[in-house]
C-alpha cells in the first residue's frame, strides 16, 4: 500500500534498526495517517525491539492527533484509512497547487515516487489501502466494495467517457500506477458478483455519485438474475432508488437491468421500471442546459450559443427563477451555466441550494466569473469536483470545454443520438419480453403512449419494434395506432406490412377492438389498394378481426367477371 508519507512505506525496509529510527519519526510526527502501517508492524514484526517501537509510536499518535486505534487490527485501520482517502479532499488530499503529486512504493530497497494527475491522487491512495486491507484480511467484504468504488472514481476523474465499457480509453494512460494492460474497473466489478454490485451502488446513491452508481448498475445488468437483482432486502433497495436518480442514462440503465430480470414476485418500486423504459422511448440525444445570470445580455448570448449547439435551454435571471424553468422544461439537466453575481442567494449559498435540490444535485456546474469574482469562483471550483469556472463572456468553445471537462470529471455520459437510439432500442426490446412472458409484476400498459408515439416517429427499426410490442396490448388506441400505421399510403412499405402483421397478431390475441370508421378503410384496402401486397397483408389483417359479416363473399363476388 502506498501513502503521502513516504516515512510510512518505508517500513517494508528488512532493516530493523531503520525500521525502529522510522517509527520513533512517525511517533513524533503524530499523524493518524501512519496508525495502520504502524499497527502492522506490532501484528508482523519479529524483532522485539521493533514491535516495542511500534507499540510506543502507535501511543504517541493516539496522544497527539486524539484518535484511537483502540480494538482494530490493522486491516480495519487500513480500510479506515481508505475511507479517509475516498472522502477527503482536504487534509489528505495532494498539494492543490501542482497538477501532478507522488505515489510512493518501496521497490529495490528504495523509495520510488510514481507521478500521478493529483485528481486522482485521493482515489489511487483509498485502492491501495483497501488492497492491504484486502491481503490482510481476504473476506474483507467492505474492502474490496470500496476499492471497486474507487476505482470507478479514478476512472471518472480521468476523465474517461465511459466507465462502464471495458474498451480501452486513452484517458487512463495518465495514471501511470495502472499498466494500460489492466482491465478496466467495470471487469473487476463484473467479477465479484451482485453482492458487491449492490455495495458499491448503495455506496454511489448515498454519495450521489454518477460513476460509481453507472458503473455498478451495469456490472449487476451484467452478472444478476432476477433473484439477486430485486427483492425485499435492504442490500437491493439502492437498485430501485436509482429509478429516481438525476441523471436519466443511470434512471434508463437501471430499468433495463430489472426489466430484463423479469422477476416472478412483485416488489417495491418496480412499479416504476416501466415509467422510466418509456422514458427512454423518448429520448432524443439533445443535450439540456440551463443558464442562471442576470445579466440579460450576456444570459441571451448564452442561450444562443448554446441552441446553437443543439442544446434545449431554460433561462433564469435569478437562482429560483432558473430553477423553476428546468423543472418545467427540461426533462434533466446535463449542466447549469451559473452567474457568479447572482444574489439572494449569493453564489455559495447558491451551489448549497442547488445541491439539497434532488433535480439537480448530480448536475456539473459552470460558474460564469464575473469581473471581481475570479478568485472566488477558482476557489468554488478547486473544492468540488462537480464545478468548473470559465470567464463569464468568454466564447463558445471555451464555455462549452468547461462543461465538457467537468462532465467527464463527474462520470457523467454525454447522451447523444447514437446512445439515445441504443437505449431506446434496448428499452423496446425489454418491453417485448416483459408483453411475451405476460408479466404480473411490470404494468406494461405504462408506456403505450410512448410506443405509440414511436410508432409515429421517423426511425425504421424503432417504428417496427414498437408494433410488435403494441400488439399485446390489450387496448383500443393501440389496435387503432397499428391499423393507421398500416393503412398510411405514406409511410416506409416495410413499415406497413409490419403493422397489418402486427394488426392480425392483436386481432388474435385480444379480438377486435377498432371502430367502425377503421374497419371500414380497412376493408377498402383490401378491396381496391394499388399494391397487391398490401391488400395480401391487409386481409390478412381483416381475417384475423373475425368480424360478423361475410366479407370474403364480397370479395369474391366483386372478382367475379360475370
Request: glycine share 6%; with cysteine.
Amino acid at each position: 500500500c502506498s501513502s503521502d508519507l513516504p516515512l510510512c512505506i518505508a517500513l517494508q525496509t528488512d532493516k530493523d534498526s531503520l525500521k525502529v529510527l522510522i517509527l520513533e519519526a512517525l511517533g513524533k510526527i503524530g499523524y493518524p495517517q501512519a496508525m495502520p502501517f504502524v499497527q502492522l508492524q506490532i501484528e508482523t514484526a519479529r524483532q522485539p525491539q521493533v514491535v516495542t517501537a511500534a507499540q510506543n509510536a502507535l501511543r504517541q499518535i493516539e496522544s497527539i492527533s486524539g484518535r484511537s486505534a483502540a480494538g482494530m487490527d490493522a486491516a480495519a485501520l487500513f480500510y479506515d484509512l481508505a475511507e479517509q482517502y475516498y472522502y477527503d479532499r482536504g487534509s489528505l488530499a495532494a498539494d492543490p497547487r501542482a497538477d501532478m503529486a507522488n505515489v510512493w512504493c518501496f521497490r529495490d530497497h528504495a523509495l520510488t515516487p510514481t507521478r500521478v494527475p493529483r485528481d486522482v491522487f485521493n482515489e489511487i491512495l483509498a485502492m491501495r489501502c483497501a488492497e492491504q486491507a484486502i491481503q490482510l484480511r481476504s473476506s474483507f467484504d467492505d474492502a474490496l466494495a470500496l476499492w471497486i468504488a474507487a476505482n470507478f472514481r479514478r476512472e471518472a476523474q480521468l476523465g474517461v467517457i465511459a466507465v462502464d465499457s471495458e474498451a480501452h480509453d486513452d484517458a487512463l494512460d495518465a495514471d501511470a500506477t495502472h499498466p494500460g494492460d489492466r482491465p478496466r474497473a467495470i471487469y473487476f466489478a463484473r467479477t465479484a458478483g451482485s453482492r458487491f454490485a449492490h455495495m458499491v451502488l448503495a455506496r454511489g446513491v448515498q454519495d450521489r455519485d454518477a460513476a460509481v452508481v453507472l458503473g455498478a448498475v451495469s456490472a449487476l445488468a451484467a452478472t444478476a438474475g432476477a433473484a439477486n437483482l430485486v427483492g425485499p432486502e435492504d442490500a437491493k433497495q439502492p437498485l430501485v432508488e436509482t429509478l429516481a436518480f438525476p441523471d436519466v442514462l443511470i434512471r434508463v440503465r437501471a430499468a433495463l437491468a430489472m426489466g430484463a430480470a423479469l422477476p416472478a414476485q412483485p416488489f417495491s418500486g418496480g412499479e416504476k421500471v416501466v415509467p422510466v423504459l418509456a422514458e427512454a422511448l423518448m429520448l432524443t440525444g439533445k443535450k439540456q442546459a440551463l443558464v442562471i445570470d442576470a445579466d440579460q445580455e450576456n444570459r441571451n448570448r448564452l442561450v444562443g450559443i448554446l441552441r446553437d449547439r443543439g442544446f434545449v435551454v431554460a433561462a433564469g435571471d435569478t437562482l429560483v427563477a432558473g430553477l423553476n424553468a428546468a423543472r418545467e422544461q427540461l426533462p434533466c439537466t446535463d449542466v447549469i451555466f451559473l452567474a457568479s453575481d447572482i444574489d439572494k442567494p449569493a453564489l455559495a449559498q447558491g451551489l448549497a441550494e442547488i445541491r439539497k435540490d434532488f433535480a439537480f444535485s448530480t448536475s456539473p456546474v459552470v460558474i460564469l466569473a464575473k469581473s471581481g469574482h475570479t478568485l472566488l469562483a477558482q476557489r468554488i471550483a478547486d473544492a468540488d469536483e462537480r464545478v468548473a469556472q470559465v470567464i463569464a463572456n468568454a466564447d463558445a468553445d471555451r464555455i462549452l470545454d468547461a462543461w465538457q471537462s467537468v462532465a467527464r470529471t463527474t462520470g457523467r455520459i454525454e447522451l447523444t443520438d447514437e446512445l439515445a437510439f441504443q437505449l431506446a432500442t434496448q428499452a423496446i426490446d425489454v418491453l417485448h419480453q416483459i408483453t411475451l412472458t405476460g408479466s404480473k409484476v411490470y404494468d406494461y400498459t405504462k408506456a403505450e403512449a410512448a410506443l405509440q408515439a414511436v410508432l409515429g416517429g421517423r426511425e425504421l427499426s424503432l417504428q417496427t419494434a414498437a408494433a410488435r410490442v403494441l400488439a399485446m396490448l390489450k387496448s383500443p388506441q393501440a389496435q387503432t395506432a397499428l391499423a393507421s400505421a398500416a393503412l398510411n399510403p405514406d409511410n416506409d412499405m416495410q413499415l406497413r406490412l409490419v403493422a397489418f402483421d402486427a394488426l392480425a397478431r392483436s386481432a388474435r390475441v385480444n379480438g377486435n377492438l377498432l371502430d367502425e370508421g377503421t374497419i371500414n378503410t380497412l376493408i377498402q384496402a383490401v378491396r381496391a389498394a394499388d399494391d397487391l401486397t398490401v391488400r395480401t397483408a391487409a386481409s390478412a389483417a381483416l381475417g384475423a378481426l373475425n368480424l360478423p359479416a361475410n366479407h370474403a363473399a364480397d370479395l369474391i363476388k366483386a372478382q367475379c367477371a360475370g
